[in-house]
């Protein structure tokens, strides 16, 4: 826990010592400035003084003497200083402040221990896990000073580059200066040998080159520790006249890609076994080194923040409208497709954007969900975003921004800028490749996809993904050609009008599924029928509708009509799912027929077809049969299948009575897929585009711990994912389980799903390195 | 079973038996005719054949004879007709017509057994839940004729008058006729004696008059049956040649009025014991018994049928918004309040009007709800209704209404009839407050209402209610005078405006709790803080949006931001209930204050009150934790209570989630209620206002059973409710639980509420009634 808890330095100075010191060090200033700052940090830690009365007192002086720094008073204006700080102590605290080094010794131990009850270390142990009854050790080291003449020095280094991973001791040191001074940025530290130049330190001598055998010693030293901690280090040291000390030494904060690299040398040195290898990059890491970020040396004062939607990060102009987009991409410019929240009609300009900035939405926003998917960098909900369409430009944070004006966005942070910022690309290379090999073979659970095209297939395949565990079919629908005909079956007044519509659709759907099919090359595909509620289809602006009832050749009137009839309140809660389904069986026919036939074309080329078809938001069992016989039948109709084609009937758990009567669904399914998204909205009641305003206050007050959309709730949803889970395998003990809805990308939530036995996740195939990695390192875990 | 299974009558005859039985009753015609319809009723029953061809062969040989009726067709020409019959039946089945009559009883015998399982009889089992492994008797009896001659006669009676529940023989006959001329209505039956005289029998002789003996006897044997079977009996009977005999005797049906009076009377005279007069009335009669209906001399054919959401029977003219209702009822004109839906700008026409039909919304939709509150007539989600308010008409079904025009809506039946249809009145007299007083010996729930002002308290009080078990305060907000401080309060800017405009609400709220507290004079009083999220308390028309622009000295297009800004996709899953206190706790704290105020001002002036403070929509135990917080600080800064007044903190369980936490919450918390309508929504995601788009197919597809929010889903939102009642009292054994949904109303939920131990149910005024009266027929039923 380094700074959660309390330390208390220079302990042992007295009036008696410090004259010694000086002496010592032939340096006044520096003894009675050590005097000085162990009475402020005493007072505060052991006495519990609100030392703010001393830094007025220190800061009073500096103003009577005219100077500016701490390091320019003198050494007798430090001692009368220290005399006043003592007795302002007396006063504050009524206690004298103790001369005996014992007595300052016993207290301090005893003031450290007790500051592990101060808020931020509980805080810190809270965030971390760490129980409150483990209790600390209190470390007393005796001090030594960098600074008591040429021969020595301080400085901090690591046992290899903590950006790239390289082998070699590396770091900054100063000579005859303390900790505090090389944090302070006063003076610039020089490199520790060669491998440590950069651009700033490159004119500073290294200490390899100033003090060889002390160097030496520090390379010696590193190199164990190394072996010891079996992990790279990140050190303190100082030299007191010529002899190395380490005052510190811990496990070193790391790049994701020094991570990588430090994990698998240190493998195949032998340092480490396979699972320590696992356990040392983290999932986060994993999905950094997927994507672009920006570059920490440019990035500094961020414009606005959004919620992190989707990783990578990118610059560009902002395009306000889909077609915008489209156009800008058509003349090789880059844009960031800006929207206050964006709708299936603004896919083409998601395709042509870098990126999405949306002004509203959560992290299950449509934006964050299609940006994800697409392995596209989001920005979603940033509330400081405010967007003149009709002007023509943008404010953030009262920045406006007009077009042909660049901005930059991050992902995995939300950060928002205003301008171009320098980025790193990704490193997805052979050493990648490898490790994600190694951790193939400790995971228990497999991992999937959400995929609807071919490309996101292959994408997600070249991750690793084995199947695809979510194909959203009605994103199928929106293809220019397509939604006409969607359009034309939602205004069709009879059942044969419907038909005529859809038989329109079926070659497009059964040409996508046969694609889909040889990509998968025989890995299970898990295709939903159509889910959301029809309005979803129908343009919203009034051109749109002008247009269309043109198209159709009805009037703009019927057109509203029919738009009007089919609002809903709840949308979310409304007619969709199985629902529409059931109430017109012939667009489940349509795309039953299509995953069936082409199912069979692709397996009479010679490739296996493993496909699951499955039914949406069902709440009882009795909408589940009414389907599965609806399939049954189309399935029957093709006759005997080949050996190589296979087909399952299941459904989404994505309501919490489907999660309660699991074991009848059970006895009638072969597979269930957990929707955990529209599962964590209908049990929190909780609607994902609505909670933007009030999520996170309540994260921030603590209401929450973290957004339930993108952690799964354990307590709540998980209690019915346990339930199904359980009661499912009671009901059918064949049964194959899955998660598809966000939280299959989820590290936490990964580590529940395995905990509970599911077969296997799936996420958008930017996140199946990040699933692979934390299922591997859940598997690891549970082991110990 | 009457009806459900099959049965054979004139067995036994062939030719031969039918020249004996022509001769002996002297009447050819009578004779073959029986052995025609033999033929026709074997063919069908037990040779399983299409019985059509028999029929074209009987209306053919009308034709060619030139009559009409059946009975005007020979005796010669009935004896070809069923040498006929024989024929066609050979040809069909290859079976020869059998004319051993013992071979004959043995096939009916076997085909009877058979129709266990046809499915008639497998429906009705489903329905009144008769095991399909009960199995049955066949009955065989002999044949007798009471149209053999004068001295014979066939009816119908009831042991009491089934509309009226008074003692004594009522029912009608036929001299020299079969029981199916009584029921074909050919000709017109003659009373019995005098009590059954009415106004289309006046003119008849009666039974006991022409056949004093057989009466007598019929009177006498009437007593015996219900003395037997211990209740009112449907007889049918017929006299051949002076004999009498009895072909079926069964419980009758009765009217609501009935079934008290024959209930209370039975008691009385020490034929049934108190339990079985209390089974003897079902919940429904006890509804019917509190409102007037439609006479059903007049209410044949009606136009549309909506949901029944509210019982009653009004008629009146037509007022297409809420100002019109009003200036109707100014006018003393009765009106029919008719909306797509209504919603709470739309009260004042909802009490100004007799009666609302909507087109839109379920049995829970605003217009249902505020109805049965208000005990009002409500048709609620008529689909056949349009409303073209420009126009100044509806159309119902094809049919134009225009203002000035009558319509009539049948609350407990959803009927609608174009015109004024006489009604008969509501009964609540002294049998029924006696029969209740009876009722409230055996229940164990406790029974309290859903009520907002001091006038529907009055009202529940009266029918029996102990208490409030749910005050939308709400409802509260909408008065003219306090709903401009509510919209002054929504476009406050800051916390302290906000504070201002809460400040100008807290008299009103004040007073309103006080008059409630008084009414109930130290009843429990469950007052919900503010529920409905913050747009609902908008105006939706353009014109009072700038009305209310223009009041608060603001732009209309100011107005419109903050109206789109509070727009929400799923208001159901949005910004509402507690969520809306933590993010805005003066809301809250003004309410808590006026509850508190109201309570020690009344307490003052000895009147006990308590008062139970209820925090909606809790989805963790922290958000309840912060808001009982809340509470307490003001309570507490009231000082010491007095005695007679005491405040309880307690929660609405209407997520899945608050359900699943049950033990946690409970903890904190000293009640639970079950808001059942939005636990039903969100363990079904399905929202109640968009539902009726489905739903009603559902019910009749039988995916589901009932209506999930008429009658609470056992095996679903039944095992959350179970879950939080088992684990709320594990958290905390003094918890007291109820439900205040619609289903406390409900007397199938009402068993289940009994069964899982609730302490009680809460239920619109008008059906407090029944829900006692449910609650004392599940706990009789339970000791059983």
Request: glycine fraction near 8%; proline fraction near 4%.
């Amino acid at each position: 826990m380094p700074g959660m808890m309390d330390t208390v330095l220079n302990l042992g100075l007295n009036e008696d010592v410090v004259e010694a010191l000086a002496k010592q060090s032939g340096d006044e200033r520096f003894a009675w400035d050590s005097y000085r700052r162990f009475i402020q940090m005493y007072a505060n830690v052991v006495l519990d003084m609100n030392t703010s009365l001393l830094e007025i007192q220190l800061e009073d002086l500096k103003e009577d003497l005219g100077i500016k720094e701490d390091y320019d008073i003198g050494g007798d204006d430090l001692r009368s200083l220290c005399q006043s700080f003592k007795r302002t102590v007396l006063e504050e605290t009524g206690i004298k402040f103790p001369t005996d080094p014992k007595e300052q010794l016993w207290r301090a131990i005893n003031a450290v221990f007790n500051s592990w009850d101060n808020p931020r270390a509980i805080k810190y142990r809270e965030i971390n896990n760490i129980p409150d009854d483990l209790g600390t050790a209190v470390n007393v080291q005796s001090m030594v000073y960098g600074n008591l003449g040429s021969d020595c020095a301080t400085g901090v280094c690591f046992t290899r580059n903590p950006s790239t991973g390289e082998a070699g001791v590396f770091g900054e040191y100063l000579i005859n200066a303390q900790g505090e001074d090389v944090v302070a940025g006063i003076r610039t530290p020089a490199p520790l040998n060669k491998f440590s130049l950069n651009e700033i330190n490159e004119n500073g001598e290294t200490l390899e080159e100033q003090m060889a055998p002390a160097y030496k010693e520090l390379q010696n030293i590193c190199d164990l520790l190394e072996k010891h901690y079996r992990d790279m280090q990140d050190i303190e040291f100082t030299i007191e006249r010529g002899k190395l000390y380490f005052l510190q030494t811990r496990s070193a904060k790391r790049t994701a890609k020094a991570a990588l690299k430090v994990a698998m040398s240190m493998l195949e040195s032998g340092a480490i076994s396979e699972q320590e290898a696992i356990l040392r990059v983290s999932p986060e890491q994993v999905e950094a080194l997927l994507h672009p970020s920006l570059d920490p040396k440019y990035a500094d004062h961020e414009t606005a923040k959004g919620l992190p939607a989707s990783p990578g990060a990118v610059s560009g102009v902002i395009a306000l409208s889909a077609d915008e987009a489209v156009e800008l991409k058509e003349q090789n410019i880059d844009c960031i497709l800006v929207r206050q929240e964006t709708s299936p009609e603004d896919i083409s300009g998601m395709v042509a954007a870098k990126g999405i900035l949306t002004a509203r939405g959560g992290m299950t926003s449509h934006a964050a969900v299609v940006a994800r998917g697409m392995g596209k960098t989001c920005v979603a909900g940033c509330s400081a975003l405010v967007i003149k369409e009709d002007e023509n430009l943008i404010i953030i944070n009262g920045h406006e921004i007009s077009k042909e004006e660049k901005i930059t966005i991050e992902g995995s942070t939300g950060r928002i800028f205003v301008g171009e910022v320098p980025t790193i690309e990704s490193s997805f290379d052979d050493d990648f490749l490898s490790f994600m090999e190694i951790v193939d073979k400790y995971r228990v659970l497999r991992v999937r996809t959400n995929a609807d095209t071919p490309k996101d297939t292959k994408t997600a395949l070249k991750f690793g993904a084995e199947g695809i565990g979510l194909c959203r079919t009605e994103h199928m629908f929106f293809e220019p050609e397509r939604i006409q005909a969607v359009r034309e079956m939602i205004f069709s007044k009879t059942t044969d009008e419907r038909k005529a519509s859809l038989e329109k659709i079926l070659p497009f759907q059964k040409m996508d599924f046969a694609e889909l099919f040889k990509a998968l090359d025989g890995k299970p595909c898990n295709i939903r029928l159509l889910d959301p509620p029809l309005h979803e289809f129908l343009p919203s602006e009034e051109s749109d509708l002008k247009k269309l009832a043109e198209l159709m050749g009805v009037t703009l009137s019927e057109i509203k009509t029919r738009v009007s009839s089919l609002h809903e309140f709840n949308p979310m809660l409304g007619h969709r799912g199985c629902r529409l389904g059931i109430s017109y069986p012939e667009i489940y026919e349509i795309q039953i027929r299509a995953i069936v036939e082409a199912g069979l074309e692709i397996g009479e080329k010679g490739t296996s077809v493993e496909s699951e078809i499955m039914i949406p938001l069902i709440s009882t069992v009795e909408e589940f049969r009414l389907i599965k016989e609806l399939a049954l039948e189309i399935i029957d109709s093709k006759g005997d299948l080949p050996s190589n084609v296979n087909f399952k009937i299941g459904t989404m758990i994505e309501l919490p009575r489907a999660a309660i009567i699991a074991d009848e669904v059970a006895k009638e399914a072969d597979f269930f897929s957990f929707g955990t998204n529209d599962l964590t909205q209908t049990t929190f009641g909780l609607s994902r585009d609505d909670s933007g305003k009030f999520l996170p206050a309540y994260v921030e007050m603590d209401i929450l711990k973290e957004d339930p959309f993108v952690s799964l709730d354990y307590r709540g949803v998980g209690f019915l994912v346990e339930h199904a889970t359980v009661n499912g395998r009671i009901g059918n003990p064949k049964i194959h389980i899955g998660i598809c809805g966000e939280h299959g990308g989820d590290p936490k939530s990964i580590n529940f799903c395995h905990k509970i036995g599911l077969d296997y996740v799936s996420c958008s195939p930017y996140r199946v390195p990040v699933a692979r990695l934390a299922a591997a390192q859940v598997a690891i875990k549970s082991n110990d």
